[in-house]
């Protein structure tokens, strides 16, 4: 699979990056809302793989694509998961030399546009935690709101309780967003 955009080429993964997939996991910076056990370089090699299987199952139903700039660099990756009839849950990472150029943005409103236009779905929701200002602004940009149908827990790691939030976008409001922007 294959989605161009101005300046970012997303594509499937193939076993060519775990190295730098693995390196852009490793940052410290990076790290700072996982838990140790999720950015070992077992579990990067592990997701890696997953996401290979992901694109070869028929029908697809997982779409977590590689982000590269247009020079093929691997900056991070973003994906749709089918989750159900017309709900689709969203996910995306970026790797500490590419965050706060708009890279992240990008990647995640042509996500949601293959979403909305070519798999119809119909609401698209991204979990992450609150103290993410990064990941909730880019939420907040796509014209995601915070979801308040579930209730979250509040995950424990590093020493710390952290808050999870939910933000959901409907079909109709992302096309107004992408027809319109602010």
């Not at 060519?16 to 693995?22: E, F, V």
């Not at 999720?38 to 977590?64: G, H, N, Y």
């Not at 970026?94 to 996500?111: C, D, F, K, S």
Request: charged share 25%.
């Amino acid at each position: 699979m294959l989605i161009q955009t101005r300046n970012l080429v997303l594509r499937d993964f193939s076993m060519q990056d775990l190295a730098p997939y693995t390196a852009l996991r490793s940052h410290s910076e990076f790290q700072r809302y996982y838990s140790e056990d999720d950015v070992t370089p077992e579990k990067s090699a592990f997701l890696l793989e997953l996401f290979i299987q992901q694109s070869q199952e028929i029908p697809r139903r997982k779409f977590q694509l590689a982000i590269c700039g247009k020079d093929e660099v691997l900056m991070g990756s973003c994906g749709i998961r089918l989750e159900a009839p017309g709900l689709a849950s969203m996910g995306f990472e970026l790797g500490i030399p590419w965050q706060g150029a708009g890279r992240a943005r990008e990647a995640a409103q042509a996500m949601l546009d293959f979403a909305f236009r070519d798999l119809q779905v119909q609401k698209v929701y991204a979990e992450t935690l609150l103290e993410n200002q990064g990941a909730t602004n880019l939420c907040k940009s796509l014209g995601m709101r915070i979801s308040a149908a579930e209730k979250r827990g509040s995950p424990y790691f590093k020493d710390s309780n952290w808050q999870a939030a939910g933000f959901e976008i409907h079909a109709q409001d992302f096309i107004w967003n992408a027809t319109h922007p602010s």
